[in-house]
């Protein structure tokens, strides 16, 4: 009886403010499609950082007769010298962060070149050119550093190189996106929370007479916020479904239909990903909109 | 069944009081009259008792309750056992007369069937029985005021404030409500009225409470309505009107 009751005031209230209970639901529809937009970047980073950066080696590049390093005084790396990395790298201090290493001499190096690069240049290189390397694999990327510094300098190495800095401008700029992403979502649920708490108080006062009623004879203040919170949780929540939609029609259609052809070499997020965004975007749109239309409506409660 | 201690109210912004140390005492089954100009506190007083404003001083009891102690939240339970009745009957326009009544039950999460069983005997009450599906707007003045009524005591309250519930209708028909409202006192319930008809008050030889300026000047059983001159308010629109 009362569930029946409570559901006629919601309908009656969606039916009276039409025009916006529609602003509603398209302002929270935008705001939420922000923000799966900035969720699924960030879920996007970390996909390619966990991809790029488990293959991402540090290069440790010994000196060659060509090498302009000072301390390479224009001479190849000693035997003793390269000895003398390995030892290093097997050292007890840095045993225990490397995964793995492996050695590449000259002839390897050269290869590697004439297979990526252009090979009219390749005339000009010789395999003495290219620095002998040693390719290390760390167990946590991050703490390249150590590594770095420890062979920075050591006789015969020319330089150490952590590849990841290589990958850290695109990094850089995807995050600039989704950080603008998440901004705009602010702004925009500032404007959805704002615009739902004008809508119930509309809506409350084009019912203020039965609001004055149901005080008066002793509704119970639960029994007089539930419809316009409904009201206002029907409204964001239609928003939420719409924001869903688009957000797993854009990975569907978008990441998954073109940039995953275009660049397949990329992993890109998947539908798995934005079926998890779904609720919390769900989530997020029930929360905000039943705060607001409580805080809206709780100055007609005032007994 | 009520009792007024020491009673102030003091508006925010004003410095005369709308109550002024009101001492009072009302009995179960009572019918009061509650006379004095506009502006005299008689609203006041019925809005302090319905706790929609709290006392700046002193405690109200009503129905055994500490009124100022009640907590917001125990004030829609209280209000149950109050029935109000208003000048301008406050139907709401768009429900049928049967359906204005059984919203106050509706809203305070009563049966279906009680409703069906309810309403039509306190329409037929307030001889209303023919006109439950019509609109407020298709009634006298008199009848919608007997609706009002009706929606005030069907929960069968134990006191009914009404707050100049003639103010708006001609002397036969006020004849009528009265009649009603005296029924209704002898079926045990108190009923206490704020009015300025004279013909009414002193027909009907009830207790009557004089207010001027906020305090108590007359309470006499079986009075009349003596006042001769209307008093000049100084503070006019203290917002003390219901």
Redesign the interface.
């Known amino acids: ?2 569930f029946g ?1 409570i559901m006629s005031e919601v309908g009656q209230g969606l039916r009276r403010n039409f025009s916006m209970v529609v602003s509603v639901v398209l302002v929270t529809f935008i705001s939420l499609t922000f923000v799966g937009a900035a969720i699924l970047l960030q879920m996007q980073i970390n996909e390619m950082k966990g991809y790029w950066y488990d293959r991402a080696q540090v290069a440790v590049y010994l000196c060659t007769d060509t090498a302009l390093a000072a301390h390479c005084n224009m001479t190849e790396a000693t035997e003793e010298q390269k000895a003398n990395v390995a030892a290093i790298l097997d050292s007890p201090e840095l045993a225990p962060l490397i995964n793995a290493y492996e050695f590449e001499n000259h002839e390897e190096a050269y290869e590697k070149y004439v297979d990526f690069a252009d090979t009219s240049e390749g005339d000009y290189i010789t395999p003495e050119m290219l620095p002998e390397t040693y390719w290390v694999n760390m167990v946590d990327p991050s703490q390249s550093d150590v590594l770095i510094e420890t062979l920075s300098g050591t006789p015969g190495v020319d330089e150490v190189a952590d590849q990841r800095k290589y990958l850290d401008p695109i990094f850089d700029a995807l995050n600039a996106a989704s950080y603008t992403a998440i901004g705009i979502a602010a702004l925009m649920l500032v404007a959805a929370v704002l615009l739902i708490a004008t809508t119930i108080r509309l809506s409350a006062f084009s019912r203020r ?2 609001l ?10 639960r ?2 916020q539930t419809p316009f919170v409904l009201e206002g949780v029907i409204a964001a929540v239609i928003g939420a479904v719409l924001a869903g939609g688009a957000t797993v029609a854009v990975v569907h259609f978008f990441v998954q239909g073109y940039l995953a052809e275009l660049m397949a070499s990329t992993s890109f997020v998947g539908l798995t990903e934005a079926l998890i965004v779904v609720p919390v975007l769900l989530a997020v749109g029930i929360l905000l909109a039943a705060l607001s239309a409580n805080v809206a409506i709780s100055r007609y409660l ?2 | 069944m009520i009792r007024f201690d020491q009673v102030t109210k003091l508006y925010a912004g004003t410095t005369r009081p709308a109550l002024n140390s009101v001492d009072l005492e009302i009995l179960r089954g009572e019918f009061v009259f509650l006379v004095g100009a506009s502006g005299s506190g008689k609203s006041s007083f019925l809005r302090l008792i ?3 404003e709290n006392p700046t001083k002193g405690e109200i009891h009503v129905l055994g309750q500490n009124v100022g102690r009640l907590s ?2 125990k ?6 056992n ?1 029935g ?1 009745v208003f000048q301008d009957f ?1 139907l ?1 326009p768009q429900k049928s007369v049967f359906d204005n009544v059984a ?2 039950l ?4 009563k ?2 069937g009680f409703i069906q069983e309810a309403v039509p005997d306190v329409l037929k009450m307030v001889g209303l029985a023919g006109k439950a599906s019509r609109f407020p707007h298709e009634l006298s003045g008199g009848e919608q005021q007997r609706v009002a009524i009706a ?1 005030a005591i069907v ?1 069968r309250p134990a006191l009914l404030l009404a707050d100049e519930p003639t103010g708006n209708l001609d002397p036969a028909t006020s004849a009528g409500i009265m009649t009603l409202l005296e029924r209704i006192s002898q079926s045990g319930t108190t009923v206490i009225m704020a009015t300025h008809d004279a013909g009414i008050v002193d027909q009907m030889k009830r207790r009557v409470i004089e207010l001027v300026a906020g305090q108590i000047v007359r309470d006499e059983r079986q009075g009349g309505y003596l006042t001769q001159a209307i008093p000049v308010q100084q503070g006019f629109g203290t917002g003390a009107e219901l």
């Open positions: 009886m009362r009751l007479r039965e004055g009623i149901m005080r008066l004879v002793g509704a119970s203040n029994f007089i005032k007994v | 319905l706790k929609e917001s939240r004030v829609p339970y209280f209000r149950r109050l109000v406050r709401l919203f106050t509706q809203v305070i999460g049966s279906k929606r929960n």
